[in-house]
């Protein structure tokens, strides 16, 4: 059975920083794209950061750009986002995701992940 587990969410204060892991149990996901999302409230799923198998390519939401950092470790089957500046609307519930066998890019689409966490929170003060 494939988990996805989410940990190192939090309150922090505007300008702070976090580090978001996700790690992976079921099954190894070293070829799978993966990816986070996030979902404030009353608003859609968005995509935040998406990063290949091998690390060599990322992309990123026009609104984390410069201030968020995707990477993953294969060996630990585990992707982390760091997150650095953070602002008021980065408030949300923060969700990692891998992609189906077929992506083979950093995708930014929530149909072209396969399988989700259940998500950590994310609250920054202002």
């Known amino acids: 059975q494939v988990q996805l587990v989410e940990s190192g969410g939090g309150l922090v204060q505007a300008g702070g920083s976090l580090r978001l892991s996700c790690a992976a149990s079921g099954r190894t996901f070293s070829r799978n794209t993966m990816g986070w999302f996030r979902q404030a409230p009353g608003k859609e799923r968005e995509f935040v950061a998406a990063i290949t198998w091998s690390g060599s390519s990322t992309s990123y939401a026009n609104s984390v750009k410069g201030r968020f950092t995707i990477s993953r470790d294969n060996a630990k089957n585990t992707v982390y986002l760091q997150m650095n500046s953070l602002k008021s609307e980065d408030t949300a519930v923060y969700y990692c995701?891998?992609?189906?066998?077929?992506?083979?890019?950093?995708?930014?689409?929530?149909?072209?992940?396969?399988?989700w966490g259940q998500g950590t929170q994310v609250t920054v003060s202002s």
């Open positions: 995701a891998v992609g189906t066998d077929r992506l083979l890019v950093p995708g930014n689409r929530a149909y072209e992940y396969a399988y």
